[in-house]
């Protein structure tokens, strides 16, 4: 049975989105919060009868499991697709190393191109149209896929929105800025920015969020509390625990009503 917003009960089905809407998930640094984040949008899309999907198309940092080279940042949003999506779709190009992208697929011989990185975002928008498509990069806006290209071109070759999360702490403040100047001049939409709590409590936090409210000119997409390390250790409630402070962006959040499975 299915439940509409605020509790009332209601058996209809939840309003989907006209037009699925994608995104680029970006952040004002590496291990900021950009996959939990991006895996909270998703979960709130898919609670609220949304179909998702997340991909993270470039991933270091792998690890062997049975089924072969895997990345945690893909496994995180794997477990938010709705309906499933495999492996191979989410996260075509992987490499081990706990390093750069572009430095591990030098290493083996692999040249990054965003041409053809684009091709595969676009082949699954096609192939498995989702109401919520988001897309994560890896590290902040300018990390380099080649010589030549860097995330930040893949975002603009796709033409996405870019919803940019902001790593609570000291620093923060100047990295989201300089990011959000970054991918105005490069012509991209900001559909909005999530503030992440990486710790407890950070000093002035009240003081640190105002000052980016006031200097951010985008949406604030939510906040989100650190949580601790039980709340952690699965990571789908995580996601859906951290989904109740956010909203979905661009105009998805109206477009659909939360959706209770009993
Ligand atoms: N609000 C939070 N509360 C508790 N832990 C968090 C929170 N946000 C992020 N973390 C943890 O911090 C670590 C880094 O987060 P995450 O992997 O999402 O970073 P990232 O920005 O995606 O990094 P990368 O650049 O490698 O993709 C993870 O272990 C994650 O579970
Ligand atoms: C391995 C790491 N966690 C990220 N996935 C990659 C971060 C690349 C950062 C590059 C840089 O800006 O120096
Ligand atoms: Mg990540």
Same mark, same amino acid.
């Given at each position: 049975?299915?439940?509409? =917003?605020?509790?009332? $009960? =209601?058996?209809?089905? #939840?309003? $989907?989105?006209e037009h699925g809407i994608a995104a680029f998930v970006t952040g004002t640094d590496t291990e900021i919060g950009k996959t939990f984040i991006a895996s909270a949008l998703l979960a709130r899309a898919r609670l609220r009868g949304l179909t998702t999907l997340g991909l993270k198309p470039v991933a270091s940092d792998c690890f062997e499991n049975h089924d072969g080279l895997v990345n945690a940042d893909a496994l995180s949003l794997q477990a938010q697709c709705e309906p499933e999506a495999d492996y191979e779709s989410i996260n075509p190009w992987r490499f081990a190393p706990a390093i750069a992208p572009h430095i591990?697929? $030098?290493?083996? @011989?692999?040249n990054l191109e965003v041409a053809k990185i684009a091709a595969h975002v676009r082949g699954q928008q096609t192939s498995? #149209? $989702?109401?919520?498509l988001l897309v994560e990069g890896a590290g902040g806006w300018r990390v380099p896929l080649n010589d030549d290209e860097d995330f930040s071109d893949l975002a603009i070759e796709l033409g996405l929105p870019v919803i940019l999360v902001v790593g609570l702490r000291l620093g923060c403040i100047n990295h989201a800025r300089l990011t959000l100047e970054a991918i105005e001049r490069d012509g991209l939409e900001i559909? @909005?920015?999530?503030?992440?709590?990486?710790?407890a409590d950070i000093e002035v936090s009240e003081d640190n969020m105002a000052t980016l409210s006031r200097t951010l000119r985008a949406p604030c997409l939510g906040v989100v509390p650190w949580m601790c390390d039980e709340d952690l250790s699965n990571t789908r409630h995580a996601a859906e625990r951290a989904a109740s402070y956010l909203q979905l962006p661009c105009g998805l959040e109206s477009r659909s009503v939360h959706v209770v499975q009993e």
């Open positions: 049975m299915k439940t509409a =917003d605020s509790s009332s $009960r =209601d058996t209809a089905l #939840p309003a $989907r989105a591990a697929a $030098r290493q083996v @011989g692999v498995a #149209p $989702r109401d919520l559909a @909005g920015y999530v503030i992440n709590h990486l710790e």
